[in-house]
């Protein structure tokens, strides 16, 4: 039996948490964590935010085979963050 057909790709669901350095420069302060679901990384955002600058939950469709990512689809954002490439 294949189970390929209809089979779509994984997401890469990751949050990351930003503090400022001394310099003033935003620096990654809690992961990037990869999480199970869309819902369960918003709520790790929402939770850190009062802890951190800036938080930010995204996901993107992931072809770990090929080594190709899609684009990223920010999920949840708070405060300052750096922009994302």
Do not use: C
């Not at 302060?29 to 918003?42: T, V, W």
């Amino acid at each position: 039996m294949s189970d390929s057909s209809g089979q779509k790709n994984p997401r890469l669901i990751v949050v990351v948490a930003f503090d400022r350095g001394e310099d003033g420069e935003l620096f990654p302060a809690f992961g990037p964590a990869d999480q199970q679901s869309e819902d369960r990384a918003i709520r790790t955002a929402r939770a850190l935010t009062a802890k951190h600058s800036g938080v930010i939950a995204w996901s993107r469709e992931a072809d770990p085979t090929l080594g190709e990512y899609g684009p990223p689809n920010t999920l949840f954002v708070s405060g300052d963050v750096p922009d994302m490439e």
